[in-house]
């Protein structure tokens, strides 16, 4: 039997840039296929050629062993094959059902949109796969995990057979991964042929039925997930060993460096955001906040670091009060902010590495006279810098958008550790990195542990929680709920990041 | 196929390697800020070669009325070729020009540095007459004052008196957010009325003339001193270095001051500026003021320079500050190409004007139009850049997805 799609020897250039070299991929009905491979491998790349947005320079295209040309998504589309991509493409003030069937509308006698036909055929898919959609939603009103799923009934309504889903996890709780993954198994023994992108080593040996490596924009290997284990594809991937575990020294608590008392804060719309939360960093130590996102956590790190004020309750550093301080104030106070958006916030893009380098000591005598900046002093600065960092792809005059991800995350790190903080707060500091650049922030941290700073990390990911916190805080609607050793298992943590079990005594 | 689905790059910034899908605002910036002088100078060859047809269609050759506005801005005076008996003539013409490249530097300026720091400031044209007011208003006033005093009191009132002007935005965007765009629109109106009231018949700065709307004359000693060419004749004036050095003021500070690192930090990411440390609003109000004080000066340059008085119908009719507007986005807010771009539209109002253009090649009543034409043009291109890039990587697939499918339907 023929493969539902074959990829054979595709090649892709951007100018010098090889993005994909002489690529093999293969696709059988029934299977879920994982690529996997570091941000820049050429996933993207490659998946944008099977629908069409990019044209191979070489390489044949085979679908169900017809040889054909995808020039663009509609033919993409009428080969059966479905996109389901990172950013969703629905628009917010339709319903589910007008979003699926937009301009492949059922229409009535009189031309009109057929909205009944359409609601019924979205429900009768949407049932028969298990996806539990509402299909008179207003999306706008969904969740993310139903924006996804609405993604994916699009594809099946246009009777897609192969389905392709790009980094489909990145935006989801774990719930709601493993509700994604449901659906998938489903799809697959319906005979779909099904192809996840991930970086994530520990979803892939969950779903996938076989593996495609990408590194540097060639495929390092095919393998089955029966056998392979998070290390051996991580070892494909990089190319060479990586310490999956972190590495530590035992604890040498010291003194307490960080105290929060009894504090609250509001978020933007001005409801209450953190309720009363208690916590101490002490130097030496990694404490973790851990919990499903927007539940006060982001809040309480930007209240900590100056950037939001504070309704009532103490921040004190080095045991003085500096509740109320601006984020000048708590930067000289000693505390440093790997924040939790690179982009928004961590970095201007447009800036150069050394510029970036300065965001936040640009008025010191270091780079600064009289208001006067020195461009020779950042550039040697961010020289030393980039070296200690090992901040690759990038002069001190490069603009940080021009780095990778992972890179750009370096400058980050290299700019809050060389101000030489008494606490530094990490906030979701290897989101959307790979594994080799996940490596480096996780050990990197732990030297600075180890060094006698305090770390206050803020993680969605309960694995990366465990792996590098001394302590777990847990917290939920505002409160930290319940404090775990790093030993704590998964399912304890998830539980009380759901709110299960509330600390008994306050 | 959805329509959403013609948006590869997804909404939320990064750009894809094609640069496509973000929105019209970040296409701004960034076709603003990035480097080079490619698409700016296609920018203008699109605007001439659509104003050649327009010129052909009121059954003029374009070539040769290009060629007669290129001799009314005096241009030909730089050409090596240009005979010894043009060039009097040429000089006269090229002094016209640069007069009016004065203020549109400045004004360019005005509205160049408030884009660095993501602002939009469209009150250059207030924030102008408001200078020109106090300047008229300097200069008319102190009537012994010795020479070099009185032009710097007037020009140094003027400023201020744009920065206080567009201050009022600056303090209203930091304050309460009120959208500068919409605030300085409102008091580019109200600066006119207040224009039209100061000078008109029986306001308090009308002059000596009971009849006639207009102010009185500054007094000699607030003139600029002409250096090149006949004062009586409207030689150029001091004023270009006055601009130069704005120019170099605005480069400087911008790129070796912390304040320049600021307002540029807070113009390309105001959320990482916050995370820095750095007051966002405080660079709003700062910014604000510092557009005011370019276009101020700008005002108290034509009037201490060349123009000595104001009239209602001069305010009324008066575009410099508008024009600042397309000086700074050709220029791509940055001070060599503020200065070229001012250079251009300059040359296009003195070369198109009735006193330098031929009338046997094109009527100069309609040529003043054309300037106007082209500058809409440029604006037009300018905002329309993905047009012009579009062009130059057509090979290279600019819009993949909309083009392809419009074919095939």
């Known amino acids: 039997m023929d493969a539902a799609l074959e990829l054979r020897g595709i090649t892709k250039r951007f100018g010098r840039i090889v993005a994909n070299d002489g690529v093999d ?109 509402d299909p008179d939603a207003v999306i706008e009103d969904t969740s993310v995990g139903q924006q996804q799923r609405v993604e994916i009934l699009k594809a099946l309504y246009r009777d897609a057979q192969i389905l392709v889903l790009d980094e489909p996890t990145a935006v989801l709780t774990a719930q709601e991964t493993q509700d994604l993954f449901r659906v998938l198994r489903a799809l697959r023994d319906d005979g779909k042929a099904i192809v996840f992108i991930s970086h994530k080593l520990g979803e892939v040996l969950d779903i996938a039925d076989r593996v495609t490596v990408l590194r540097r924009g060639k495929r390092v290997d095919t393998v089955a997930t029966e056998g392979a284990t998070e290390e051996s594809l991580a070892r494909l991937m990089v190319g060479r060993d990586v310490l999956l575990r972190v590495d530590k020294a035992p604890l040498q608590r010291r003194e307490p460096i960080l105290e929060v008392r009894d504090l609250h804060v509001r978020d933007d719309r001005d409801l209450p955001a953190v309720q009363g939360v208690d916590l101490t960093v002490h130097a030496g130590e990694i404490v973790a906040v851990a919990g499903v996102d927007g539940n006060g956590q982001t809040e309480l790190i930007e209240a900590i670091t100056g950037l939001r004020s504070v309704d009532s309750g103490a921040i004190v550093v080095e045991g003085r009060d500096r509740t109320g301080a601006g984020v000048r104030d708590m930067a000289t106070a000693g505390i440093s902010h790997i924040a939790e958006d690179r982009h928004r916030r961590g970095l201007v893009l447009n800036f150069s590495i050394a510029e970036n380098l300065a965001l936040r000591d640009y008025r010191t005598r270091e780079l600064s006279r009289h208001g006067w900046l020195s461009p020779r002093k950042m550039v040697a600065r961010a020289r030393s810098l980039i070296r200690e960092f090992d901040v690759r792809g990038g002069e001190p005059q490069t603009p940080a958008a021009a780095l990778s991800g992972g890179n750009q995350q370096k400058c980050v790190i290299a700019r809050e550790i060389a101000a030489n903080p008494r606490v530094l707060v990490a906030a979701q500091p290897t989101r959307g990195l790979d594994v080799g650049a996940i490596e480096f922030v996780h050990r990197r941290l732990v030297t600075e542990r180890d060094a006698g700073r305090g770390i206050l990390l803020m993680s969605l990911e309960s694995e990366e929680v465990r792996s590098l916190a001394d302590r777990i805080l847990v917290i939920y609607e505002g409160r930290i709920v319940g404090e775990f050793p790093p030993d704590a298992t998964e399912e304890e943590l998830g539980i009380a990041m759901t709110g299960g079990r509330r600390r008994e005594a306050a | 196929m959805s329509v959403a689905e013609t948006a590869p790059g997804g909404a939320l910034g990064e750009p894809g390697p094609e640069g496509g899908g973000q929105t019209s605002a970040a296409r701004l910036a960034a076709y603003v800020q990035g480097g080079g002088v490619v698409v700016p100078l296609l920018t203008v060859v699109m605007a001439f070669l659509a104003g050649g047809i327009v010129i052909l269609l009121t059954g003029h050759n374009p070539l040769s009325t290009y060629k007669a506005i290129f001799d009314g801005t005096g241009l030909n005076w730089l050409l090596p070729w240009t005979s010894s008996a043009d060039r009097p003539a040429a000089a006269l013409n090229l002094q016209q020009t640069l007069i009016q490249t004065v203020p549109l530097i400045l004004t360019g300026l005005a509205v160049a540095f408030a884009f660095r720091c993501g602002l939009f400031n469209i009150g250059g044209q207030g924030q102008y007459l ?155 109000l700062l910014v604000m003021a510092v557009c005011g004080f370019f276009a101020g000066l700008a005002g108290a340059m034509d009037i201490l320079g060349w123009q000595f008085r104001i009239a209602t119908n001069d305010i009324d009719i008066s575009q410099i500050g508008f024009l600042g507007i397309a000086v700074a986005l050709l220029g791509r807010n940055t001070a060599i190409g503020t200065f070229f771009s001012a250079l251009l539209f300059g040359a296009l109002l003195s070369g198109t004007s009735q006193r330098n253009l031929d009338p046997t090649i094109f009527e100069p009543e309609l040529a003043s139009n054309l300037t106007t034409i082209i500058q809409g043009l440029v604006v037009l291109f300018v905002s329309a850049d993905v047009l012009v890039i579009a062009i130059l990587r057509s090979g290279r697939r600019l819009v993949p997805v909309r083009r392809r499918r419009e074919s095939e339907t």
């Open chain 2, 130 to 284: 408001m200078g020109s007011y106090a300047a008229v208003w300097a200069g008319s006033s102190f009537a012994g004052m010795a020479h070099v005093p009185h032009v710097l009191i007037a020009a140094l009132l003027a400023a201020v008196a744009g920065a206080l002007w567009a201050g009022i935005a600056g303090l209203l965007k930091a304050t309460v957010g009120a959208n500068e765009v919409i605030s300085t629109i409102m008091l580019n109106y109200t600066a006119i009325y207040l224009g039209d009231y100061l000078f008109g018949l029986g306001g308090p700065l009308q002059g000596n003339q009971p009849s006639v709307p207009v102010s009185n004359d500054i007094a000699g000693g607030a003139k600029l001193h002409v250096f090149w060419g006949d004062p009586e004749l409207q030689g150029l004036h001091i004023g270009i270095f006055v601009a130069i050095v704005a120019l170099v003021v605005f480069w400087v500070v911008l790129n070796r001051s912390t304040t320049g690192y600021e307002v540029r930090a807070v113009g390309l990411n105001p959320e990482a500026a916050r995370y820095g440390g750095m007051s966002v609003a405080r660079n709003y």
């Open chain 1, 25 to 133: 991929f293969d696709l059988q009905a029934g299977e879920v296929h994982a690529l996997l491979g570091e941000n820049g491998a050429g996933k993207s790349t490659l998946m944008s050629i099977l629908y069409g947005l990019y044209r191979p320079d070489e390489g044949e295209i085979r679908v169900e062993g017809e040889p054909v040309t995808i020039d663009s998504p509609r033919r993409a589309i009428d080969l059966g094959i479905g996109m389901v991509h990172q950013h969703f493409m629905l628009i917010p003030v339709m319903t589910v059902a007008e979003n699926i069937v937009l301009a492949d509308e059922p229409r009535s006698a009189g031309g009109l949109l057929d909205v009944d036909a359409a609601r019924s055929r979205v429900k009768e898919l949407s049932d028969r796969f298990g996806l539990a959609v």
